[in-house]
């Protein structure tokens, strides 16, 4: 035998068959690939919008042998990676139909499955019919047993390493201040940076990633190219939405960052299905606290080096993606319910998100019981400005497409996350927009003045308000929910968007000059509220960094808000207020 | 006079004996022999598979044959006597859906009579409950003779080559697996040993993935009898398999009757003709199952049981194997097979070993062990045939 895997706990068994079939539900051949230490089965769809990725360590395994030096046929799926430590790890990967592949993992009516077992035999006894050839035998409770051998293809391993790239950047970003003793970081959110560390080291596809040696040195401003926003989740609340959604009815999905909580919406972008006329123009949303997301990092501030453009609000952190995949990924984590959890494995079974801009790939992880699920997908980029996705919620954008897609895009999601955030709103924030020049522009739903407001109490420091100037906090991680406070609500595209916007703004009526101008005579800075002026390792980062990576959610944006209502002696509650869009 | 009439209140039963006849052609016509026994249900498809399904005269509560000497008809019956009998013609679907409709009356009792009255008059069904009375005819034609006799289509029982008798349920869930792989067609593959442990029974089946092989457990309890015969149904014969290769739509059309099956017969003969015989005893038929649950419940209860002595459906398929195996076919899957057999013998080591430490916890080094061994065992085979291969 030269690969043999067996699984006889049901459970496990449920979670290799709801796995296979989410995979086949992206692309009609699946990839795996068996090392001695696991088994990955990866689809990518075929036009690239979505990759799913399953991990299934050894252990996950009943029994799994692999031995990868009898293999003589096939051997074009044969492959030798060496680590960084340089140890070979031999790898077999080969490509089978996924449909096969279902029709073969798949739970009895009547019975149960007492044993199912994986093999190839491409040694020399192997007999002529059986080469390449995936052996799966079935022991059935009834005592039937049955055996398939699928023909498969041996194929070279071309990993994907995006959410290596993923994270290697969310270590850059994010981890490196996270040793900085000043701040109290969020324990679990130091034990993520030391997994993710752990695994980008083990990793046998490193090698791009860690021998590039442009890891952001701690002097180096961030810039948006940096942005990366982390998330972690109870997977519950997430499948609770899900688990509501149709597919049948919603296209896509929004997550939404706002100040204090985190908003999922479905919604059908069209508003004509067949010949039906507006019939089916849905959204369904969830809100959340952040207090009840995990820890989280999202990427604050960027400097405000484009230009004169600074001025621009921030806008929520929005992302939209399609809901379809998303929806099966998430049927994974539900077979995992029960599934028995070893020694080596994690742990609990949350939802882990990595996101950049819109327009970039967002990357989902579940981990539990010795199985990881990965999925990328794309975003919808908010070049256009006039989708509905279009995250740049802020004033600029709304400005430049007058109509439509302004309104479009204030998602429902957004206007309850208005209307509650006003409810909020005390007062002097009423009166800091008011002052703030934004306003005026703003008259888009999305105000951007309440990032500004958003100035999270914490950050005392944060206030370097200098119109034009942004100010740019020093990035650094605040572990601490508290800190979320600060302004998550504002939307997210930050600079770049700004840029983006000017582009789309040319083409657009005088609106949008007048716009223009506005904002760029009001210019927010982003301050990143460090607790501390950012005593520690980058000092530099307070000078004009506009690092600002918070813990804290998307609210950098508000961050500069807050800081010009800090100057105007806006109280800590700004935060909460900046959410009053309509005012 | 000359005519038959019977009555049953047992309509539930009797749709599902028509539902076995459903897979071979639901809007044909089926032929209905009426004799002293009960009545037997003839369907023949392209002269290559043929149903014969008969339900007892003691499932009707009254059953009224008349004497045999109005009727000129005759047929063979199982002990190859001619016996005389009336013949119609009708179409399954007409029957059955109105016998279907009249079963699905959950809250009273149905009485349903048939009466014909030989040639050329219609063949009544009379339903009856407790406030009304439906007559339905249907006018019968004989146009459709299917002779056994005639087009071959019969075991010879004197050539048998191998007989197993197996349980229905476990058949079924082979059978459904078939259609769940997409099979194309199928091999029925059966071996023995002189001790008996090594006998195996197996369905094989090509399809997309290839060829699967189902293999039916070898077990006393399910199947009580696996016996190949040189092919004079006498002589054993061990350690030869034999193999007979079908369409799978032909195995597929006996699905429906093995669900209801208690025990199910198969018999092959020398000239590639597959018997199957099925018999379901009425108290292991699992009524329709899928009956919505209400109505089972309501029937358990209302429902008469079915009389001490009704013998259950009885149902015989004879049918053709698509082709003869050339020899190198039936090699490549003795071959196919064989792969299979040191698997299974290594389960069966592996499981008696576990049976054998019942109480202690299974270690999973003992596991470990069973398989080192049979590695060893592979890689010293191994050695051996790389000659051969190289």
């Known amino acids: 035998m030269s690969f043999r895997a067996a699984i006889e706990n049901q459970e496990r068994l449920g979670a290799w068959y709801r796995g296979i079939y989410v995979l086949s539900s992206i692309s009609d051949k699946i990839k795996l690939t068996i090392s001695k230490d696991d088994i990955i089965l990866w689809s990518i769809h075929s036009t690239d919008t979505s990759l799913c990725q399953l991990r299934y360590e050894a252990s996950f395994f009943d029994e799994f042998v692999f031995e990868p030096y009898d293999i003589v046929f096939g051997e074009s799926g044969l492959q ?26 798949r739970k009895p009516d009547n019975d ?55 994270k290697r950047k969310f270590l850059d970003v994010f981890g490196s201040n996270s040793y900085d003793k000043d701040y109290t970081l969020d324990p679990n959110l130091i034990a993520c940076f030391i997994e993710v560390s752990k695994e980008l080291s083990n990793s046998l596809f490193n090698k791009s990633l860690m021998n590039q040696n442009d890891l952001r040195d701690g002097d180096r401003p961030l810039e948006s190219s940096d942005e990366i926003n982390y998330i972690n989740c109870n997977y519950g ?12 009815i919603f296209d896509d999905v929004k997550l939404e960052l706002l100040e204090r909580k985190m908003a999922i919406t479905a919604f059908v972008k069209g508003t004509f299905k067949g010949s039906e006329i507006l019939q089916n123009a849905l959204s369904m949303s969830n809100t959340m606290n952040t207090a009840d997301i995990g820890h989280y990092c999202l990427f604050d501030g960027v400097e405000e080096e484009h230009g004169g453009r600074s001025g621009q609000k921030k806008s929520p952190k929005t992302l939209i993606f399609k809901l379809r995949d998303f929806k099966n990924f998430i049927g994974i984590g539900n077979s995992w319910k029960n599934i028995p959890i070893t020694l080596s494995a994690s742990r609990n079974n949350d939802l882990s998100i990595w996101f950049c801009h819109p327009g970039e790939p967002i990357l989902f992880q579940m981990n539990k019981g010795g199985v990881r699920a990965q999925l990328l997908l794309v975003t919808d980029s908010t070049v256009g400005s006039s989708t509905i996705k279009s995250k740049e919620p802020t004033a600029n954008n709304q400005m430049s497409n007058p109509s439509m897609d302004t309104s479009r895009a204030a998602s429902p999601l957004r206007l309850n996350s208005n209307t509650r955030l006003q409810k909020t709103e005390t007062a002097s924030n009423l009166n800091s927009r008011s002052t703030s020049p934004f306003k005026l522009v703003n008259s888009d739903i999305q105000s951007i003045p309440l990032r500004d407001n958003r100035m999270s109490p914490l950050k005392d420091t944060a206030i370097e308000t200098t119109t034009n100037e942004r100010l740019s906090s020093a990035g650094k991680v605040v572990s601490a929910r508290k800190l979320f406070v600060s302004d998550a609500s504002q939307e997210s595209n930050i600079d770049y968007p700004n840029v983006q916007n000017d582009n789309t703004s040319k083409a657009e009526q005088d609106m949008l000059a007048q716009l223009q101008m506005e904002r760029s005579e009001t210019t927010i800075g982003w301050g990143n509220r460090s607790l501390k002026e950012f005593p520690t390792k980058r000092p530099s980062a307070e000078t004009r960094n506009p690092k600002k990576q918070h813990k804290m959610s998307p609210g950098e944006d508000a961050d500069k808000g807050a800081e010009e209502q800090d100057a105007a002696g806006l109280g800590p509650t700004q935060a909460q207020n900046p959410k009053g869009l309509f005012d | 006079m000359g005519t038959f009439v019977a009555s049953t209140v047992h309509l539930e039963h009797f749709t599902t004996a028509l539902n076995c006849l459903t897979p071979f052609g639901l809007k044909d016509d089926v032929l209905i022999y009426i004799d002293r026994d009960g009545l037997s249900f003839v369907r023949e498809n392209n002269h290559v598979i043929k149903i014969q399904l008969l339900l007892s005269k003691e499932l009707f509560t009254s059953y009224q044959y008349p004497d045999e000497e109005e009727f000129g008809d005759e047929r063979v019956d199982a002990d190859g006597d001619l016996q005389s009998c009336m013949k119609l013609c009708v179409k399954i679907n007409h029957l059955l859906d109105s016998v279907n409709i009249m079963s699905k009356n959950v809250d009273d009792i149905v009485e349903c009579t048939l009466t014909y009255d030989g040639h050329g008059s219609p063949f009544i069904l009379i339903f009856e409950d407790s406030f009304i009375e439906e007559r339905v005819e249907y006018s019968t034609l004989l146009f459709n003779d299917f002779d056994s ?58 399809s997309d993935l290839g060829f699967s092989k189902i293999i039916l457990p070898n077990n006393r309890s399910i199947i009580e009898k696996l016996e190949i015969y040189k092919g004079d149904s006498t002589t054993l014969l061990y350690d030869t398999p034999v193999v007979g290769f079908f369409d799978f739509n032909s195995i597929d059309k006996i699905r429906l009757s093995v669900k209801i099956a208690s025990k199910v017969l198969f018999r092959m003969d020398a000239q590639q003709v597959l018997s199957v015989n099925i018999l379901s005893q009425t108290e292991d038929v699992l009524v329709s199952k899928p009956r919505n649950d209400p109505a089972t419940n309501n029937t358990t209860v209302k429902q008469p049981q079915l009389p001490r002595d009704y013998p259950g459906i009885v149902i015989e398929i004879c049918m053709f194997a698509k082709e003869a195996l050339d020899s190198l076919a039936q090699q490549d899957i003795e071959l196919l097979m064989e792969t299979t057999n040191t698997k299974k013998n290594r389960e069966i080591n592996y499981i008696s070993s576990r049976t054998t430490m019942e109480d202690k916890p299974f270690a999973p080094n003992h596991n470990a062990e069973t398989h080192s061994e049979s590695d060893t065992d592979e890689e010293l085979h191994i050695t051996n045939s790389v000659p051969l291969f190289f």
């Open chain 1, 112 to 166: 149960i499955i007492r044993k199912y077992s994986l093999s190839i035999n491409n040694t020399t006894t192997c007999s002529e019919s059986l080469i390449n050839k995936l052996l799966v035998a079935i022991e059935m409770e009834s005592l039937i047993m049955k055996e398939y051998c699928p023909q498969f293809q041996p194929i070279k391993y071309t990993p994907i390493v995006l959410d290596l790239q993923y």
């Open chain 1, 80 to 105: 030798i990676e060496t680590d960084l430590k340089g140890h070979d790890h031999k790898l077999y990967s080969f490509e089978i139909d996924a449909k096969q592949l279902t029709t073969v993992s």
């Open chain 2, 149 to 206: 006799n005639v087009n071959g289509l019969q075991l010879a029982k004197d050539e048998i080559v191998f007989e197993c008798i197996i349980k229905g349920d476990t058949l079924y869930n082979a059978l459904k697996e078939l259609k769940e792989i997409g099979c194309k067609q199928c091999y029925l593959y059966a071996k023995t040993s002189e001790t008996g442990h090594e006998s195996v029974f197996a369905i094989i089946a090509k």
């Open chain 1, 237 to 248: 609340l997430i499948k609770n939405f899900v688990d509501n959604c149709q597919k049948s």
